[in-house]
């Protein structure tokens, strides 16, 4: 039956048609099951209005079988401006949703039913030795890497010179006889180039390095990378690993990467700077969930208030974002410690919300596979397995994870100062792209002049342009829905 999911160890998304006649000791026969894998690398979305079912792995191709244009889910929009990315199961596209990671959608005349057939959170935090741990870690770690190199096609991985992708290729390079090919992007900025580290990276793996140097240009392909995710994204990373991808397809079909290694091991500076406060710990969980929701995301409630027109404000007065997004999935984390709640958070908004979103769709994008090995099954139950003070203990981030890895890619890779993997879109909305950020967010036809206070608008604008402020996260996500609204024309609800 459908347990032969719990054999699978990959990213997939699956729909069975059951053709076959339910009876009393098999009622799930006769149905159309869709299956997502446990974290949601690959997409999956339906819509029933009750009398027809379309599902498909893109919106686009839901939208081609509806009729009429597609209409804004507000709450979603209101979702979208608190994370910086829609989270699942919501689409800004009404009446079409997510199949949950780890979930099955069982479909029959009948009716609807869903079913979690794994979940993270069944795991419980127990205490090891670190020899121990780092033995278990590195091993599980090298077999995730071993699985993902079947392939017969060219392969190779993208690297950053940080501590995940560093780790990846050192133990991809046990496992081939030829060089590993590593591809990375740079940018002329130094506040944001990680090039010089990935070169640092390649000579030390031996590995076939390409890389290549992004200008302000990249933001003429914005809008193709929002046609290929479905959805807006404030996450202006998007583009530069578009270009990688597209750097990789030249030589190869498929790709390794670090993705999942911070959301597991507490890699983000957010994670510290949050509970630097230790009033924060010993919050009750509704209220460790709307400050870690305010700490993180993008527009605050206020912020958002500010924002909305008055029929919009009118419209969402009932939709909370913590209470209808994050505080269930915290209700499934309550037997953690608190980092683990934070990473756990993470693990089921953040990243089939937008970090697994990036280099799933920007790889296919370019006709090139990304495997990533910190998200096999085993590796992510193991990590949730350890307490919180082994990832993060007096600010240091990866705690054990740093001293585990050390010995195979160096003290300086290992221990080297995260540099977020982002673009200096901020410099360029107050230079080189100052009139067409203006164009695009003050046009007359504008979503944001149907959604929005001008005079509000305008003050997050002018700030930033002057240097006042830095409203980059707050701009770049406008500018992505605004994008995102051209190219798929919602209608507002009646």
């Not at 792995?57 to 209409?71: V, W, Y």
């Not at 707050?474 to 609204?485: G, I, K, P």
Request: glycine share 8%; proline share 6%; hydrophobic share 45%.
């Amino acid at each position: 039956g459908l347990d032969f999911v719990h054999r699978l160890n990959g990213m997939f998304a699956i729909a069975i048609d059951d053709t076959r006649e339910a009876d009393a000791t098999q009622p799930a026969r006769g149905a159309l099951h869709l299956v997502r894998d446990r974290i949601g690398v690959k997409p999956l979305y339906v819509w029933d209005d009750g009398t027809r079912v379309v599902f498909g792995s893109e919106i686009k191709a839901i939208l081609e079988a509806l009729p009429g244009r597609p209409t804004l889910d507000l709450q979603a929009l209101q979702h979208y401006l608190a994370y910086n990315f829609v989270p699942p199961p919501f689409t800004l596209f009404a009446g079409i949703r997510h199949v949950m990671p780890g979930t099955v959608l069982s479909i029959t005349p009948g009716g609807a039913e869903s079913r979690r057939w794994w979940q993270l959170g069944d795991q419980h935090e127990a205490l090891q030795g670190f020899e121990e741990w780092k033995e278990q870690f590195l091993a599980l770690l090298d077999d995730a890497v071993r699985l993902r190199l079947r392939a017969d096609v060219p392969f190779g991985a993208f690297l950053s010179g940080g501590v995940d992708s560093s780790t990846v290729v050192a133990l991809m390079a046990r496992h081939v006889r030829e060089p590993v090919r590593t591809f990375c992007i740079g940018f002329d900025d130094a506040r944001f180039d990680e090039s010089p580290f990935a070169r640092d990276a390649a000579r030390r793996f031996g590995t076939a390095h390409r890389e290549a140097i992004v200008q302000p240009d990249l933001l003429d392909a914005w809008p193709q990378a929002l046609w290929h995710c479905d959805q807006p994204h404030g996450d202006a990373s998007f583009l530069p690993t578009l270009r990688v991808s597209q750097l990789a397809a030249r030589e190869v079909k498929v790709v390794l990467t670090g993705d999942g290694g911070d959301e597991l091991f507490a890699g983000y500076d957010k994670y510290a700077s949050f509970l630097a406060d230790p009033a924060l710990r010993d919050l009750p969980d509704a209220d460790f969930a709307r400050h870690y929701v305010e700490h993180t995301g993008l527009f605050g409630a206020a912020q958002r208030d500010a924002l909305f027109q008055p029929w919009l404000r009118q419209a969402l007065a009932g939709c909370d974002s913590v209470q209808d997004v994050a505080a269930p999935w915290l209700r499934e984390a309550e037997h953690f410690d608190r980092i683990n709640q934070m990473l756990y958070l993470d693990m089921m908004l953040l990243l089939p919300g937008n970090n697994l979103v990036k280099p799933d769709r920007m790889g296919m994008a370019a006709s090139v596979e990304a495997r990533t090995p910190f998200l096999d099954w085993r590796m992510m139950e193991f990590a949730f397995r350890a307490p919180g003070h082994t990832k993060l203990k007096d600010g240091d981030k990866k705690h054990w994870f740093k001293r585990a890895v050390e010995p195979l890619i160096g003290t300086e890779l290992a221990y080297r100062k995260k540099q977020m993997f982002t673009v200096p879109i901020g410099e360029w909305f107050r230079g080189t792209r100052k009139a067409w950020l203006h164009a695009l967010l003050f046009a007359p036809d504008a979503l944001a002049a149907r959604l929005f206070e001008r005079g509000h608008l305008q003050a997050l604008f002018d700030a930033h342009v002057s240097g006042q402020a830095n409203h980059t996260r707050e701009l770049r996500a406008l500018a992505a829905l605004e994008l995102w609204a051209r190219r798929f024309q919602p209608e507002l609800p009646a």
